[in-house]
């Protein structure tokens, strides 16, 4: 048995695009999926340091409180998707409860990195405004993190070019299909590069 665990983002919910697709494609691949509930984050967390860290802490207790009745001893694998704060939360949460799971970080922050990003493989848009993508880079590269930049794309990796979106969400969902079907003895999906 796998299990799949969506930590949305400030916003962005699992009926989302980026989360609604990756959620059909783990259950399309057999997977078990358990679409967690944010809510009730400080306003005005944008930009401002000290209530993105509420917010990350907030997170992480709403994803403890939704998963408390969790076996993962029943689960062969476990891999987490998160979008934005729901990175950080996803990569707090592992490291917290010591859990064996590789993780997709789709638009992690920079405070995603303070947690060991092992098994990881990321997406980010160059024009995202929560995040420096000079600093994600860097950081992915420091860590040895995948990652796939989406020129001109934003938070949502979307550039509101209909079409370049639906190019873009394409791509984002190959390489997600590609690391939900590699095995979870590895550490992530296929090498670095760029995106579309």
Same mark, same amino acid.
């Given at each position: 048995?796998?299990?799949?665990?969506?930590?949305?983002?400030?916003?962005?919910?699992?009926?989302?695009?980026?989360?609604?697709?990756?959620?059909?494609?783990?259950?399309?691949?057999?997977?078990?999926?358990?679409?967690?509930? #944010?809510?009730? #984050?400080?306003?005005?967390?944008?930009?401002?340091?000290?209530?993105?860290?509420?917010?990350?802490?907030?997170?992480?207790?709403?994803?403890?409180?939704?998963?408390?009745?969790?076996?993962?001893?029943?689960?062969?694998?476990?891999?987490? /998707?998160?979008?934005?704060?729901?990175?950080?939360?996803?990569?707090?949460?592992?490291?917290?409860?010591?859990?064996?799971?590789?993780?997709?970080?789709? &638009?992690?922050?920079?405070?995603?990195?303070?947690?060991?990003?092992?098994?990881? &493989?990321?997406?980010?848009? &160059?024009?995202?405004?929560?995040?420096? &993508?000079?600093? /994600?880079?860097?950081?992915?590269?420091?860590?040895?993190?995948?990652? #796939?930049?989406?020129?001109?794309?934003?938070?949502? /990796?979307?550039?509101? +070019?209909?079409?370049? +979106?639906? +190019?873009?969400?394409?791509?984002?969902? +190959?390489?997600?299909?590609? #690391?939900?079907?590699?095995?979870?003895?590895?550490?992530?999906?296929?090498?670095?590069?760029?995106?579309?």
């Amino acid at each position: 048995m796998r299990l799949c665990i969506l930590f949305p983002g400030i916003g962005y919910h699992c009926d989302k695009p980026l989360l609604y697709y990756s959620a059909k494609l783990a259950r399309n691949m057999g997977y078990e999926v358990r679409a967690l509930k #944010f809510y009730d #984050f400080p306003e005005g967390a944008k930009g401002n340091a000290e209530k993105m860290r509420r917010a990350a802490e907030h997170a992480l207790r709403l994803a403890e409180e939704q998963l408390a009745d969790a076996d993962f001893s029943a689960y062969d694998e476990v891999v987490l /998707i998160g979008k934005s704060i729901g990175t950080k939360a996803a990569l707090a949460y592992r490291e917290k409860y010591g859990l064996h799971a590789r993780a997709i970080l789709l &638009t992690p922050l920079e405070m995603t990195y303070e947690h060991d990003p092992r098994g990881c &493989t990321a997406f980010h848009g &160059t024009s995202d405004q929560w995040a420096d &993508t000079s600093e /994600i880079v860097r950081l992915s590269r420091e860590h040895e993190v995948p990652l #796939f930049e989406y020129k001109r794309a934003n938070h949502s /990796i979307e550039t509101g +070019d209909v079409f370049l +979106d639906l +190019d873009y969400l394409r791509d984002i969902m +190959d390489k997600i299909s590609h #690391f939900l079907k590699s095995s979870g003895a590895g550490t992530s999906a296929g090498g670095s590069g760029k995106g579309v």
